[in-house]
Nanobody, 118 residues
Framework: VHLVESGGGLVQAGGSLRLSCTAS????????MGWYRQAPGKQRELVATITFSGNADYADSVTDRFFISRDNRKNTVYLQMDSLKPEDTAVYYCYAVLTTPTHEYDYWGQGTQVTVSS
């Protein structure tokens, strides 16, 4: 499975961005999809995840500002980011878990830069 991200960029504080991530076709179900981020000098951290059935989970730092959704027909996950803050600046990585009858496989995108200026 190959993940392709888009939608990063530079925005002023208080602005919005929408990230997209599309997974290549797979004969097996892509169960969990989501986003992580990594700021310079910090560890990669969870931003939000969403299951195939639509159950979402968010980091406390983005709750009520970010919204994750997915289109299962297109194998695409979206992250709508509103009220952006300078501390949201990071490389955002798409994440997917593919489930087979016997294994689970993790996949990562190449990352997209999000920069929020104050």
């Amino acid at each position: 499975v190959h993940l392709v991200e888009s939608g990063g960029g530079l925005v002023q504080a208080g602005g919005s961005l929408r990230l997209s991530c599309t997974a290549s076709e797979s004969v097996f179900k892509i169960d969990l999809m989501g986003w992580y981020r990594q700021a310079p000098g910090k560890q990669r951290e969870l931003v939000a995840t969403i299951t195939f059935s639509g159950n979402a989970d968010y980091a406390d730092s983005v709750t009520d500002r970010f919204f994750i959704s997915r289109d299962n027909r297109k194998n695409t996950v979206y992250l709508q980011m509103d009220s952006l803050k300078p501390e949201d600046t990071a490389v955002y990585y798409c994440y997917a878990v593919l489930t087979t009858p016997t294994h689970e496989y993790d996949y990562w995108g190449q990352g997209t830069q999000v920069t929020v200026s104050s």
